[in-house]
């Protein structure tokens, strides 16, 4: 009896274990996944973007450095959301993966702030040069919406993801019980 008992015990672990094996590799395949040519061209243009604001930004700020401070402001905040667009980017590129949770959250985080942060600018703008500033906050306006239609966009998908997690993690304990059951009879 000692021996039918752990060669079921026995048994029932390696099933288990494989059913764990299952799992951590759809999880893993679901949580992230290789840069393919479509993926990995983009993030190389959003990289070269990047760079050219970083560029862009300081040549601005150089030629119109007598300028006024808000202008300067802008130039300053295009330089900085140009360098840390270009961090992110150049980690995803050199790590040679795409986290669905980690990176696609921090794309877009960095689009609203930015957008956000681009639209208080021109909000400044309206408020000491009546003349320009409100045709820049309306123009703003429409970067803003963009901006919300991403983040909503990434909040889905992140919703998306949890759900898809979560029923990996009940077809698991499905499995588990299955296995279990099996190893009782």
Do not use: C
């Amino acid at each position: 009896m000692n021996s039918e008992f752990k060669d079921n015990l026995m048994k029932s672990e390696a099933d288990n274990s494989s059913a764990r094996a299952r799992y951590e590799k759809t999880l893993a395949g679901l949580m992230e996944s290789p840069l393919e040519w479509p993926r990995k061209a983009g993030l190389t243009f959003g990289f070269l973007i990047s760079i050219g604001t970083i560029i862009l930004s300081a040549i601005l700020a150089i030629r119109f450095h007598n300028g006024p401070a808000v202008m300067l402001e802008g130039f300053a905040l295009g330089g900085a959301f140009g360098i840390v667009g270009a961090i992110i980017v150049g980690r995803i590129l050199l790590r040679g993966t795409y986290h669905r949770r980690g990176d696609s959250v921090a794309q877009a985080n960095l689009i609203w702030v930015f957008v956000v942060l681009m639209e208080v600018v021109f909000m400044e703008m309206d408020g000491l040069y009546p003349k320009s500033g409100g045709r820049m906050t309306l123009f703003g306006l429409v970067f803003l919406i963009g901006g919300a239609a991403i983040l909503l966009r990434t909040v889905i998908e992140q919703s998306e993801l949890r759900t898809r997690e979560k029923l990996l993690e009940v077809q698991l304990d499905v499995a588990e019980i299955k296995e279990a059951m099996k190893a009782r009879s």
